[in-house]
């Protein structure tokens, strides 16, 4: 029936986060994101791959299905047959979330999508930390913030904060609460 309230300041140090030895991309290619800012998310994906020099990239492009499924070895932070199959994506159909994270096979997932649905409900169905960019003005940010926080990863939108400060966010860890 006695509660207390404990005032504490915490000095808190950035830790970057070891790298993945594996990522699943996954990226949106349904109807409404053929607006997207190709521009500001190829130079998220050129900062994070400057940091994540050696790593295989298994790319799921989607929009009512999973429309292509491909791997890609980087190998000292060189992408570029990864950016070329992703600027040739070609945007079409509904979005539909229902069995995209059904074989995880990377460490951490990047998810590039504006959250909006009209097939089914986005859902975190993997407990690797989802990293999740978005560079639409119209975007369903809650979900996206929501889903982020609930496996341990970092929604960031490139509308609100600079690819730097995106690419901080996600390269080091975050703390959190864990009790008391």
Do not use: C
């Not at 998310?41 to 400057?50: G, P, V």
């Not at 951490?108 to 089914?120: H, K």
């Not at 560079?135 to 904060?161: C, F, H, Q, W």
Request: hydrophobic share 35%; net charge neutral.
């Amino acid at each position: 029936e006695d509660y207390g309230l404990i005032y504490k300041a915490l000095s808190t140090k950035s830790r970057i986060r070891p790298g993945a030895k594996s990522v699943d991309l996954y990226w949106d290619i349904s109807y409404s994101m053929r607006d997207r800012d190709l521009t500001k998310e190829l130079q998220f994906l050129d900062e994070y791959f400057s940091k994540t020099r050696n790593t295989k990239v298994n790319l799921i492009q989607f929009s009512n299905a999973i429309v292509s499924e491909d791997s890609f070895q980087i190998s000292g932070g060189d992408w570029s047959r990864l950016k070329s199959a992703l600027q040739a994506s070609v945007y079409d159909g509904g979005t539909s979330f229902d069995k995209l994270f059904a074989n995880t096979k990377g460490d951490e997932i990047l998810l590039f999508t504006d959250g909006m649905r009209n097939l089914s409900e986005l859902k975190a169905t993997s407990d690797k930390p989802h990293y999740i960019i978005n560079s639409m003005g119209m975007a369903n940010n809650k979900r996206l913030e929501d889903i982020a926080a609930s496996t341990n990863g970092v929604y960031a939108n490139l509308n609100s904060k600079s690819v730097s400060d995106a690419i901080s966010a996600i390269m080091n860890q975050s703390y959190s609460f864990l009790g008391y």
